[in-house]
């Protein structure tokens, strides 16, 4: 665990996005999409969010940039809360935090060419333009191993791992301190993603960012991260740092999740968990512990009462009612 | 030899396009024996899928042509086959289960309709009609009291009924249903399907996507193939559901005696599920071997590459190594080794030659002149 | 510029595969020019009169005949592409701007101002539209001008919901995201973003409506609400000959044929660019 400094904070964090129904479209349910999420991220940190679909990592994400609301809860970055400021305050934030979406097909506007997709957000925020802005597009260009004949080329002409390191470069014009990498190189080749992972650790080191790191892949998270947090259907798990988790995963829901992961290695065999049942919707979740349908492990009381986020260990976070 | 199920020779496919011709299978070997698990692994634009669809002869035309090759099932070339043929090979001897089910599964049939549409269009269900008929009267006739008329009766018509078994007469279209629709529940049973007798009756979009996929491995299994071609199968599917499958088809292998063929990007399902793995790069198959041995001693660069290149779970890495270069335009691949452009230990004769299939150990194949002079 | 420049190339080739959209491409060239070029190509100008050449029937001096008082059919048949192109290329293109921006303006905000706009544009949708355009033309004063005018009125509201819809699915999309994630003000993302991405299935639109008001303005001066008698507009011309129907049939056919062919080769021109823009973003 790094002494650094907390950048950012994230306290109870929930977003229920209602579901509309009946003809005034009223909320007839909810997607408990995120359902109270706490964590912390030191200065120069990595810290992973894994997790399977439709638990909640990616909203998380998007809520600490406010790019979606919030609907209760508390994001302290550098120490002020902006869970609910309102846009002109979070207008000058927005330099600091930036994001690097999933798909590099979608996150780029087909229409624009890269200088203009790059050079966008100087321009709206005033920091420069013109010949200035030519510059400094194209020094960014480079520091992510493009070349100015890429500038005037539209992103169709390139390959996902470029497109990927057009949208690292977006997200580097200003300067930010915080960057959320949403599952950024799930969609790329396994060659293109190693080197888009060590772009992206050089460029931590060279500039001294904090990365949210989103991702369902566990062995991409652990190459990348300090510190990891396992999300199931809108809460967190477990948090650990890297080594603490997978020396020992506490939760059963951890536990199944590291053993489905097949190892590129014929010689090693492990406890084999297949967990019976489908991922569960967050519109109507489980009562009492979310994973207990599921787990192995599960007793009485897990179907009665959630479990707490509990430090068990120094750093080692757990929510389970077996482990206290 | 009569080991093999699926003999490939030589295949090469292009696409013709605007842009040019796409070469994307060029001179490919493979063997797929019987009751074997063989993996196809490789990036995106390998050729790996292209491959898949040119044994089912399912590659869209135009662009893409099979210029040259064979494709030898059991001893028949597949390419000399005409399409009628083929369509009775498809979904009957060779089947296939693709990446993302909610893409390929029609939305507006119920899952028992999609499933028993291709039971019915390959299997002659007399003898299964009549047997569901004889099913039935005896069920009437365990309720009757046995020295009743009508029981008589019934099992003097069982008797008839059981005598037409060597002929079974044509039967009328909603028995035929009726029996597909049984095996259809036989084969959801098959593959755990939860309470398959409700699940013949939904829609895809009411079923989770791992139970999707379930149904299309149902139906791919549905008319007891020698071959399951499951492109990219678990790629859509979560982490935990993938598992499930990837489980399923581990059962299924020793249950059913066919051969799969996974293609995949996914080192890991190589090494859990594969007897052997066909490496391939740029539309040629570079190393061919057992799963072990493979991971065991790679021999080819790319191969090594690209071992080195995935972060392990099980294993600590500083920084990954990465391949230099891109995968090849295949519209003007390089001359000789496709990979030589990016081969740290590139010599003369790569650049000018194709490598052939060098054997250095017995059972491993690798396409590379360290291994090998030409004309060996 | 190389990349646009391929890119139009690849359109080019694409548009070449099918015969149909070729020769519709060809008759659209030949109208633009037959309108451009009218001055150099007319024998005669288009209200000049000889009147003791009327209803003269094809002749070498009057290719298409001459009208009741005289008029070259053929001369007047080319001035007046000249007055039905512009009519088609204003309405379509003032239509097109005031739809597109009210439409995305509306589909991105969504909530109220979008009810809003949709409840106008379905007032103006429930009427059927040439009984609208007729009330317009007829309240504002029966001349060409009116008509554009009326049409204008009557097209946009088509476009808005065109558009809209388009726009609807591209604010979910991550570009979009991303535009706000870097600062972006809502009216750059919707024009600069939103809306050059919307456009597509409008331009297949536009162009069959290119064939949609000809035939639309051509009717409406049939009966009288766009350009007083004896203007050299095909609608007028047809009507001019109605009465000489049987007589003088070369009068109304010619005409005629212009406006079938005109619309045609819009039809066919839409449903090329159709074909060619949809598969293409298939990349």
Redesign the interface.
Same mark, same amino acid.
Do not use: T, Y
């Given at each position: 665990m790094s002494t650094a400094e907390t950048l950012l904070e994230v306290k109870e964090l929930k977003k229920h996005f209602p579901i509309r129904g009946g003809i005034f479209g009223r909320a007839v349910g909810y997607v408990y999409a995120v359902d109270g999420v706490s964590f912390k991220i030191g200065k120069g940190e990595t810290m992973g969010l894994v997790g399977?679909?439709g638990c909640g990592k990616t909203t998380v994400g998007r809520c600490i940039?406010r790019?979606i609301e919030p609907t209760a809860g508390e994001i302290l970055f550098e120490g002020e809360d902006i869970a609910r400021i309102d846009d002109k305050q979070m207008?000058k934030l927005?330099?600091k935090m930036?994001?690097v979406?999933?798909?590099p097909y $979608?996150?780029?506007?087909?229409?624009?060419t890269i200088k203009d997709i790059v050079g966008?957000?100087m321009l709206?925020?005033g920091i420069a333009k013109g010949l200035e802005l030519r510059r400094r597009v194209l020094e960014l260009l480079v520091i992510v191993g493009l070349s100015e004949d890429h500038m005037?080329?539209?992103p169709?002409?390139f390959?996902g =791992?470029q497109r990927q390191r057009i949208?690292v470069a977006?997200a580097l014009?200003?300067n930010p301190e915080f960057i959320v990498l949403d599952e950024p190189t799930s969609s790329l080749?396994?060659?293109?993603? $190693?080197?888009t992972?060590?772009m992206l650790?050089d460029l931590q080191r060279k500039l001294d960012l904090t990365y949210l790191f989103i991702s369902?892949n566990?062995?991409?998270i652990?190459?990348m991260s300090e510190k990891i947090a396992v999300m199931y259907l809108g809460k967190i798990v477990e948090i650990a740092s890297k080594a603490e988790l997978f020396r020992s995963q506490l939760h059963p829901y951890t536990q #199944?999740?590291? $053993? #489905?992961?097949?190892?590129?290695?014929?010689?090693?065999s492990r406890e084999?968990i297949?967990? =019976?049942g489908?991922?569960p919707s967050p519109v109507n979740p489980p009562s009492g512990c979310r994973f207990n349908p599921r787990c192995p492990k599960m007793i009485p009381v897990c179907k009665e009462e959630e479990p707490e986020l509990i430090e068990v260990r120094k750093g080692h976070y757990v929510a389970c009612h077996l482990v206290k | 030899m009569s080991d093999i199920l699926i003999s490939i020779r030589n295949l090469s496919t292009y696409f013709y396009t605007y842009a040019g011709v796409v070469k994307a299978l060029e001179g490919v070997d493979l063997e797929i024996y019987k009751r074997e698990t063989l993996g196809l692994v490789g990036e995106t634009g390998c050729g790996k899928s292209v491959t898949a669809l040119s044994i089912m002869q399912l590659v869209p035309n135009p662009p893409g042509k099979i210029v040259s090759g064979q494709i030898l099932l059991e001893g028949e070339d597949l390419l000399k086959k005409s399409e009628e043929e083929m369509r009775k090979i498809r979904g009957a001897k060779i089947s296939m289960v693709f990446q993302d089910p909610m893409t390929y599964i029609n939305p507006v049939l119920t899952i028992g309709d999609q499933i028993s549409e291709v039971i019915l269009l390959h299997q002659d269900l007399r003898k299964e009609v009549l047997a569901l008929k004889i099913e039935e009267l005896q069920g009437k006739l365990e309720k009757l009291d046995p020295t009743s008329g009508t029981a008589r009766d019934f099992k003097s018509k069982i008797e008839e009924l059981e005598k037409k078994m060597i002929d079974p007469p044509k039967p009328s279209k909603s028995d035929v249903k009726k029996a597909a629709l049984k095996k259809t529940i036989e084969t959801l049973k098959l593959v755990r399907m939860p309470y398959p007798e409700r699940v013949v009756k939904q829609y895809p979009h009411e079923l989770s996507g791992g139970m999707r996929q379930r149904a299309m491995i149902a139906m791919a299994l549905s008319c007891g193939p020698s071959l399951l071609i499951a492109d990219e199968a678990t790629t859509a599917l979560d982490v935990t559901i993938q598992a499930q499958i990837l489980q399923l088809l581990n059962e299924l292998k020793k249950e059913i005696g066919a051969s799969i063929l996974i293609i995949t990007h996914d080192l890991g399902i190589v090494a859990e599920m594969c007897d052997r793995v066909g490496v391939m790069y740029a539309g040629v198959v570079v190393e061919y071997t057992g799963t072990k041995a493979l991971f065991r001693k790679p021999l080819h660069p790319y191969t090594q590459g690209l071992l080195r290149s995935i972060p392990k779970l099980h294993k600590e890495i500083e920084r990954l190594e990465i391949i230099p270069g891109s995968v090849p335009n295949l519209i003007y691949p390089p001359p000789g080794c496709r990979f030589h452009p990016r081969c740290p230990y590139v010599m003369d004769i790569c650049r000018k030659e194709r490598p052939p299939m060098f054997e250095p150990e017995e059972g491993h194949f690798v396409a590379c002149y360290l291994y090998g002079q030409r004309g060996d | 510029m190389a990349p646009r420049v391929r890119e139009l190339r690849f359109t080019i080739f694409l548009l070449k595969q099918s015969p149909l959209v070729v020769a519709g491409f060809i008759l659209m060239f030949a109208f633009i020019a037959m309108a451009v070029f009218a001055p150099w190509i007319t024998p005669y100008g288009p209200e000049e009169r000889i009147w003791e050449s009327k209803l003269q029937p094809p002749s070498s001096q009057h290719i298409f005949g001459t009208d009741e008082s005289g008029g070259d059919i053929f001369s007047r048949l080319i001035w007046a592409s000249q007055l039905d192109l512009a009519i088609a290329v204003t309405v379509v293109g003032t239509a097109m701007a005031i739809g597109s921006a009210m439409g995305a303006v509306s589909g991105y905000l969504g909530g109220k101002t979008d009810e809003v706009m949709m409840r106008i544009t379905d007032i103006f949708l429930a009427f059927p539209a040439l009984i609208l355009a007729m009330t317009i033309a007829a309240a504002l004063g029966r001349n060409l001008t009116n008509l554009t005018i009326a049409l204008i009125i009557v097209w946009w509201p088509a476009y808005a919901r065109l558009i809209r819809g388009q726009v609807l699915s591209e604010r979910e999309k991550l570009y979009v995201e991303a535009a706000r994630a870097v600062g972006a003000p809502t009216r750059r993302i919707i024009f600069r973003h939103v809306l050059p991405n919307s456009i597509y299935p409008l331009l297949v639109n536009a162009t069959l409506d290119l064939g949609g008001v000809i035939l639309t303005a051509a009717g409406l001066s049939f009966i009288g609400f766009g350009a007083g008698a004896g203007i050299a507009e095909w609608g007028r011309m047809i009507a001019d000959g109605r009465n000489y129907l049987f007589q003088s049939p070369w009068m109304a056919t010619f005409p005629g044929l212009a406006i079938l062919l005109s619309a045609l080769a819009m039809n066919l021109v839409g449903d090329g660019l159709r074909d060619v823009l949809d598969p293409r973003l298939r990349r």
């Open positions: 399977e679909s940039l790019l207008i927005r330099p930036q994001i979406f999933q798909d $979608a996150s780029l506007n087909p229409r624009m966008e957000p709206v925020n005037n080329r539209f169709h002409e390959s =791992g949208g977006r014009s200003l080749d396994v060659s293109v993603q $190693a080197q992972l060590n650790q369902h566990l062995s991409v652990k190459h #199944a999740l590291f $053993a #489905a992961i097949p190892i590129p290695d014929p010689e090693i084999r297949v967990l =019976g489908d991922v | - | -």
